[in-house]
């Protein structure tokens, strides 16, 4: 649980209210039909509580704070394996949890992802178009991701996106580039068969090693791949360690 000092106070919207807040009733990825993905349903559950008001260590159904707010939307749509079962009760916890299965990167986030602020003080849930929905001191809203004081940390890739509402996983297949791209590791880097933790390491890359970069995929927890080339081998690394 978070302690008063962290979580929704540990920042400050920025002064000007109505452009972070954009408005009670935003455009919002959700389908119309009704939600086709898990990362569907749970913003649609999150949305649904907007105008919600924060407290402290509340988690529902009246009152909020930022990890309450993650944890009862994962947990209303089915989803409460991709929180820890709501066992992790802080936004750090969450964080720290993600971050050590290699699934925090600050980029390629999806919808149903989460958003981490002021390493590990404040969470929300990612809904597409560079915007988030977190329970703030004035309550649950809509804002953009960079619209709070405290510093944007991370993206916690949780595969929501890619998870159908129906069950079963939604198709996601390579892409081709169309043209070289050319990349080095950042430090040393796993080469994989297939683009996933699990599957079996070719090699280990030393640091600032060329690649060329001939496809990505996204494996089921959302997190970019890269197949490349690194000099006489071909293989899969994982897309945030390399630049």
């Given at each position: 649980?978070?302690?008063?000092?962290?979580?929704?106070r540990?920042?400050?919207?920025?002064?000007?209210a109505?452009?972070?807040?954009?408005?009670?009733?935003?455009?919002?990825?959700?389908a119309a039909?009704?939600?086709?993905?898990?990362?569907?349903?749970?913003i649609?559950?999150?949305?649904?509580?907007?105008?919600?008001?924060?407290?402290?260590?509340?988690?529902?159904p009246g009152?909020?704070?930022?990890?309450?707010?993650?944890i009862?939307?994962?947990?209303?749509a089915?989803?409460?394996?991709?929180?820890?079962?709501?066992?992790?009760?802080?936004?750090?916890?969450?964080?720290?949890?993600?971050?050590?299965?290699?699934?925090?990167?600050?980029?390629?986030?999806?919808?149903?992802?989460?958003?981490?602020?002021?390493?590990?003080?404040?969470?929300?849930?990612?809904?597409?178009?560079?915007?988030?929905?977190?329970?703030?001191?004035?309550?649950?809203?809509?804002?953009?991701?960079?619209?709070?004081?405290?510093?944007?940390?991370?993206?916690?890739?949780?595969?929501?996106?890619?998870?159908?509402?129906?069950?079963?996983?939604?198709?996601?297949?390579?892409?081709?580039?169309?043209?070289?791209?050319?990349?080095?590791?950042?430090?040393?880097?796993?080469?994989?068969?297939?683009?996933?933790?699990?599957?079996?390491?070719?090699?280990?890359?030393?640091?600032g090693?060329?690649?060329t970069v001939?496809?990505?995929?996204?494996?089921?927890?959302?997190?970019?791949?890269?197949?490349?080339?690194?000099g006489?081998?071909?293989?899969?690394?994982?897309?945030?360690?390399?630049r």
């Amino acid at each position: 649980m978070l302690s008063p000092s962290m979580g929704a106070r540990a920042f400050i919207p920025v002064a000007l209210a109505g452009a972070i807040l954009l408005g009670l009733a935003p455009s919002t990825p959700v389908a119309a039909a009704g939600p086709k993905t898990e990362a569907e349903q749970i913003i649609k559950v999150a949305m649904q509580q907007r105008g919600d008001p924060w407290r402290y260590g509340a988690s529902g159904p009246g009152a909020f704070d930022c990890s309450g707010l993650v944890i009862y939307s994962f947990r209303h749509a089915g989803d409460r394996a991709a929180v820890a079962n709501g066992q992790l009760r802080s936004a750090r916890a969450l964080y720290n949890w993600y971050r050590s299965r290699g699934l925090a990167s600050r980029s390629n986030p999806k919808p149903g992802d989460l958003v981490v602020w002021g390493g590990g003080t404040h969470i929300g849930i990612y809904i597409g178009s560079g915007k988030a929905i977190s329970t703030l001191t004035n309550g649950v809203r809509v804002h953009g991701v960079t619209a709070v004081r405290a510093r944007f940390t991370t993206y916690l890739h949780t595969g929501m996106w890619k998870k159908s509402a129906t069950g079963g996983t939604v198709a996601v297949t390579a892409k081709v580039q169309s043209k070289a791209d050319n990349r080095h590791t950042l430090t040393a880097v796993s080469l994989r068969k297939g683009p996933g933790v699990s599957t079996t390491r070719i090699a280990v890359l030393p640091r600032g090693m060329r690649l060329t970069v001939v496809a990505t995929r996204h494996d089921s927890h959302g997190r970019t791949w890269f197949k490349v080339r690194a000099g006489s081998r071909t293989g899969w690394v994982a897309a945030s360690l390399t630049r």
